[in-house]
């Protein structure tokens, strides 16, 4: 009897052990794992994991030409010395196919040094679907997916921490993100983003590479044509605009630009190099610099 007793003890010790990890488990696992029933419930998932903080990976294609070599190495400056622990941050130059033989060999050795440059199988053109090119080819030449895949200009700064913070709590599918225009708007769902930067959810860039809708529209503005895609294709119905945190330089397009702001995610029409110094001289981009008898600054 007391042997039966002291089994009872232990079954049901063992029982209380065991619904306490399995409670530890539910209470530790990821979101997806506590809905699985329906469709429904896995987008409501994604919703919460969306907002919850968790780390995401963002691509940006500044589209730029080959010859532009002073300015690609500049930027690689620029970004090089930021970064965000919430996301996985990468910045390729993306420029269409290249036939001169000495920029061939210039570029090969950028490709060995940085691994930062995308060529696209494209005749190089700012209106002419370089920018559906750049999409649509994604999903095949990547060897991995990102939640969001973003297209810059050269001629734009962005901070890299700031733009971070105001993705990671949107959606991560559906999404359609960046500076609308026409410019006095701050609709979203009216227009479409400008060409200065804008990103997409992954899913979006699938739809891209796969639809009839863009392929067959690829010559035009290539940011209206983009909002124009979204819009036939009823897509993209997540949209945010990051105004007045986006922005043209100040008086280089009326009602487009303002005055630098502490708060910018984005200042576009840098396309002299005194707008570029004011641009870096604001932001103290340079803050970190320690002293050291190496250099005299």
């Known amino acids: 009897m007391k042997q039966r007793s002291i089994f009872l003890v232990m079954l049901n010790s063992s029982v209380i052990l065991a619904v306490f990890v399995i409670f530890l488990v539910l209470l530790n696992a990821p ?66 196919s290249v036939t001169n033989p000495e920029q061939k060999i210039f570029l090969a050795l950028e490709i060995l040094r940085f691994n930062d440059i995308i060529i ?14 750049y999409f649509s080819s994604l999903p095949d030449i990547l060897p991995r997916r990102f939640d969001y895949v973003m297209k810059a200009d050269d001629d734009v700064y962005i901070r890299l921490a700031q733009l971070v913070s105001s993705l990671q709590p949107l959606p991560r599918q559906d999404l359609y993100y960046g500076f609308v225009l026409p410019c006095p708007s701050m609709n979203p769902h009216e227009g479409y983003m400008s060409g200065m930067g804008f990103a997409l959810s992954w899913d979006l860039v699938e739809w891209i590479a796969s639809s009839e809708i863009p392929k067959h529209d690829t010559f035009g503005p290539e940011d209206k044509l983009v909002g124009r895609w979204l819009n036939k294709g009823k897509k993209a119905r997540n949209r945010f605009t990051s105004k007045p945190a986006m922005y043209d330089y100040p008086g280089t ?30 932001f103290n981009v340079t803050k970190e610099l320690n002293h050291s008898k190496l250099y005299n600054l």
């Open 253 to 282: 397009n009326g009602r487009c630009s303002h005055e630098l702001v502490p708060d910018t995610v984005a200042v576009h029409r840098l396309k002299r190099w005194d707008r570029w110094l004011r641009v870096l001289e604001f």
């Open 31 to 96: 979101i997806r794992f506590l809905f699985t029933a329906s469709p429904e419930n896995a987008f409501k998932v994604d919703e919460a994991l969306a907002t919850s903080g968790t780390r995401f990976s963002l691509l940006i294609g500044v589209l730029t030409r080959p010859n532009n070599y002073d300015r690609r190495h500049f930027l690689r400056l620029v970004y090089g010395i930021q970064s965000s622990p919430v996301a996985e941050v990468q910045v390729k130059f993306v420029f269409c």
């Open 120 to 133: 696209l199988n494209c005749t190089e053109n700012m209106n002419f679907g370089k920018t559906y090119t």
